[in-house]
């Protein structure tokens, strides 16, 4: 009688991230289990195994057992309740010293909760934030594991494996304590919103305010994407502007309703930017727009009222193109410096330990937000990691001093022509007022002080004070 076969590694939840990850694991020779309470995904995953070193289960029980101990069971589930209720699953089947990993965009307090939990009962766990959609996951994502270090280095080699690469260097890096890499994902998203976002207005400003059809556009894309806006996002919208459905004559672009979804984590980077006092305009402006689409109904009723947006610029295009591609760098180099300084306070508030040099350098392969950009983040933050904003290195300020004025441009004209860009106003802005070394919030003070007796400071005198703003009768 043949000994069972073990296997190295297990999946919970065969969706498309967790196929593809594990489909990967298998390529590089990693013995892989996966389970789905769906037996058919198990069925595809083993027809699907180049190697043949992957198993599927639909049963818990029997997927538990066919793992080497100590066990590494990862979990690419949705967020929230489920991820609760399959780690209860397998506590009764799983032993002290074994491992679990939330891959999923989990908020990163459920992340503390479980690390807590889980402790408390011998088990290891980390979240670890995945990017790159089915086909990083297939060929090699960009992952952010935080938490559990010396957990994570039992299952590093299988992840080092997987990941994309760059410069024959790994994706993947330990990103720092407790729930550091799904607070890490988390920011990357909000970036991620920002950028698509602000490629959106990019594309409304070259349809409404420039009259470009679709083929010019992409032609623009193309020619940006070999340039110093290499990235990701670029190449998706460039290869968005080429797509048309088998036998149509025009896009499929243009038979899509102008509504945007979202799963929520661009909502969450917001939030928490809030609650840590550090300004993303950017990403708040992304969520912001598309919640508005979603009201369809009345953005035509008001259109009914206060007329269409027309918006023709009356500008040289071929100029003000050059001035577009200066202003959307500017709105690039904004959107990562916002997110980074996020990241920043985070790492004091939290504790995290975060290394800001390293989460750029495997930002740069296999994820969403990847781009040449992310080069100058890293040797930014290689020359000072103590560097406190982004915009005060010398190098990245060069960057900015050289695309400024193309934003000033853009908003400029697209503001007078009524185009609705609140990303690339938002930037702008920010950057004016990061850059004042004094802004009007004296005024504020003085008002919170007048109508709530809530004190303001002196220049150059210590304590609080307080002002009768009126004189009593």
């Not at 995904?41 to 599927?56: H, I, M, P, Y």
């Not at 997987?162 to 890096?173: L, M, S």
């Not at 607070?183 to 909000?190: A, L």
């Not at 290195?393 to 503001?415: F, H, L, P, W, Y």
Request: proline content about 3%; glycine content about 12%; aromatic content about 10%.
């Amino acid at each position: 009688m043949s000994t069972p076969t073990k296997y190295d590694f297990g999946m919970i939840g065969l969706g498309v991230m967790g196929r593809s990850l594990l489909l990967n694991m298998g390529d590089h020779g990693v013995k892989g289990a996966g389970f789905d309470k769906d037996a058919s995904k198990g069925q595809s995953l083993e027809q699907e195994s180049t190697n043949g070193n992957l198993k599927g289960f639909s049963d818990i029980k029997e997927f538990v057992a066919s793992l080497n101990t100590p066990r590494a069971i990862m979990m690419l589930v949705p967020a929230g309740k489920i991820v609760d209720d399959v780690i209860e699953e397998l506590l009764p089947l799983i032993d002290k010293g074994d491992l679990i990993i939330d891959g999923g965009n989990t908020f990163y307090t459920d992340t503390n909760r479980r690390f807590d939990y889980l402790n408390g009962k011998g088990i290891h766990f980390f979240g670890m934030g995945v990017s790159g959609g089915e086909e990083g996951a297939r060929r090699g994502p960009s992952m952010m594991p935080g938490g559990d270090k010396d957990a994570y280095n039992v299952v590093k080699p299988i992840f080092e494996a997987i990941a994309a690469k760059v410069d024959g260097e790994p994706c993947v890096a330990y990103c720092g304590t407790g729930s550091a890499g799904n607070f890490v994902k988390m920011v990357h998203n909000g970036i991620e919103y920002g950028v698509m976002q602000l490629l959106a207005e990019t594309y409304e400003i070259m349809k409404k305010g420039l009259g470009l059809d679709n083929a010019a556009i992409e032609k623009i894309f193309t020619e940006w994407n070999e340039g110093r806006l290499k990235s990701f996002l670029v190449e998706v919208t460039r290869d968005i502007f080429r797509y048309k459905a088998p036998g149509a004559d025009h896009l499929l672009l243009d038979d899509i309703k102008d509504e945007a979804r979202s799963k929520g984590t661009g909502k969450w980077t917001s939030q928490v930017a809030m609650d840590l006092q550090a300004p993303i305009p950017t990403v708040d402006s992304s969520v912001a727009m598309r919640d508005l689409s979603k009201y369809k109904d009345l953005r035509v009723k008001a259109e009914g009222i206060y007329g269409g947006v027309e918006g023709k610029l009356d500008v040289d295009t071929a100029a003000f193109i050059k001035s577009l591609e200066e202003a959307f760098y500017f709105n690039l180099i904004i959107s990562y410096a916002q997110g980074i300084h996020m990241l920043t306070r985070a790492s004091v508030e939290f504790n995290y330990g975060l290394n800001l040099a390293e989460i750029s350098k495997i930002w740069r392969g296999g994820c969403i937000i990847r781009s040449l950009f992310l080069q100058n983040i890293y040797e930014a933050f290689s020359g000072n990691p103590e560097l406190e904003h982004l915009l005060l290195d010398n190098g990245v300020a060069t960057e900015v001093k050289g695309a400024v004025g193309g934003a000033r441009t853009v908003v400029s004209a697209i503001t007078a022509a009524g185009i609705a860009a609140p990303c690339y106003t938002s930037a702008l802005s920010y950057f004016d007022a990061f850059r004042s070394g004094r802004m009007p919030s004296n005024l504020i003070q003085a008002q919170r002080d007048y109508f709530g007796a809530h004190t303001y400071e002196l220049i150059g005198k210590e304590g609080t004070f307080h002002t009768q703003w009126i004189p009593k009768n």
